[in-house]
């Protein structure tokens, strides 16, 4: 097999202002003192139309990070994290911590937090 022709690369969701919109909505429901994954937020977000789940399931992730690196200033952006548990290494990255900490939330000494304590997933009902 040739490399590239595995799967189609997506830079970007097929509507990115819909798709970034929609991030915000689930980011804007993370409780005080409670995080979610990238990848978890996406999974709360349908599959775009045009999209296979496995495609989607590969690229939510990026995209959910580019809708946050754009996010408005209503939208608690500290409050998503890298599927570690961690902090993904960026500018801004003590100030999220800082944030977090402030909510209550409590870093391992890997600087991990704890999923299964902290995090949050989603809605019990879909609205």
Do not use: H
């Not at 209503?74 to 599927?83: E, M, T």
């Not at 402030?102 to 902290?118: H, M, Q, S, T, V």
Request: proline letters at 10%; a neutral charge.
């Amino acid at each position: 097999m040739e490399v590239g022709l595995a799967m189609p690369g997506f830079s970007s969701p097929p509507n990115p202002k819909d798709f970034n919109a929609r991030v915000w909505e689930v980011v804007r429901r993370i409780p005080p003192g409670r995080v979610m994954a990238y990848g978890q937020v996406g999974a709360l977000i349908p599959v775009p139309q045009g999209l296979s789940l496995k495609d989607y399931d590969a690229f939510k992730g990026r995209w959910v990070g580019g809708a946050m690196a754009q996010c408005p200033d209503d939208v608690p952006w500290w409050r998503v994290i890298n599927a570690q548990g961690k902090i993904s290494e960026r500018p801004g990255a003590a100030e999220q911590r800082a944030r977090l900490e402030a909510e209550g939330i409590i870093f391992d000494d890997k600087d991990r937090i704890d999923l299964k304590k902290f995090g949050w997933q989603g809605p019990d009902t879909p609205e």
